[in-house]
């Protein structure tokens, strides 16, 4: 692996690159960008798959979104579906530029939010030969307040009022208002949905905690994540080959679903991995090599 940066719209970008094992620099070969969930860095599952997909023969870079971890871009933190599904295409150029890659042969892989915005690139940038999810989300839908069913409009408005509210103090002066992206553990309750319960078991123990995701986005952020459409046109413009795997007790599986659904892809299969839930598919040992063999099958076969 080498630590690399890259520029994207001004910003410095920061990545970890992964080899394969005979890497040859006089060679030319595929490569993916591997694009984290919201809240993530690259050296948690993105980084962890990047490794796993680069030992069968790819290139893969694991890079930190604009705005977080080693990535430039203030304010800390932000979470801008739209900067994100940008920063994806930046990965691209980085990829395409080096002269071991095969511009010809480019795709992207996403985990959870990554997912949904790495389909969400793939539909308009169509340098991305390939693309593949493990636990694909839209952040829109879940924001919302959505497991599939209708959202509530009001506490969707409510929240676009507060931050109506603190774009306005911010513009005069105040300070950048941090919010947890995560609740806290003792607020859980029955009602709580098992992805938050199992993404607070990720990211706020030692199984995967991290000093650089510190469950914290400015509260602006939430405008831009509710207003966030990744599926949009994937029934006319997602036309490349596509992978969605996801676990078959995931609350978030019917989001995979209607990608495969409605794709205007006549390359697609959704992969389920029975027994497994959101984020068991980000590490946990009983599924993860059967996912990053699945991944490697597919990048190998499509581009």
Known sequence: MEKITFMNRG???????????????????????????????KEQTAGKYAEAVAKSGLIALAFDASYQ?????????????YARVEDISAAIDCLQSLSYVDE?????????AGGGYTICAATYDKRIKAAATVSGADAGVLNRGG?????????????LASVAEERTKEATG??????????????FDE?????????????????????????????ISNAKILSFDAFAHVSTLLTQPVLMIAGSKADTKFMSDY????????????YVVDGASHVDLY?????????AAKLSEFYNANL
């Open 11 to 41: 910003l410095k970008m920061a990545g970890n690159l992964f080899f394969p094992n005979d890497f040859d620099k006089s060679k030319r070969y595929p490569a993916i960008a591997v694009c984290h969930p919201g809240g993530g860095v």
């Open 191 to 219: 009602n709580t949905p098992a992805m938050v319960r199992e993404a607070y078991d990720y990211y706020c123990t030692p199984r995967a905690q991290h000093p650089r995701a510190d469950n914290k986005m400015p509260l």
């Open 69 to 81: 971890g080693e990535s430039e871009g203030e304010p800390r933190g932000l979470e801008d579906p």
């Open 259 to 270: 990608v495969i659904e409605h794709a205007a892809s006549n390359n697609k299969e959704e």
């Open 283 to 291: 590490d946990k040992p009983e599924y993860f090599p059967k996912v």
């Open 174 to 187: 105040a300070p950048v208002k941090m919010i947890n992206i995560l609740p806290s553990k003792d607020t």
């Open 147 to 159: 497991f599939g069913e209708d959202f509530p409009p009001q506490p969707v408005l409510n929240t």
């Open 104 to 112: 010809n042969r480019v795709g992207a892989l996403g985990i959870c």
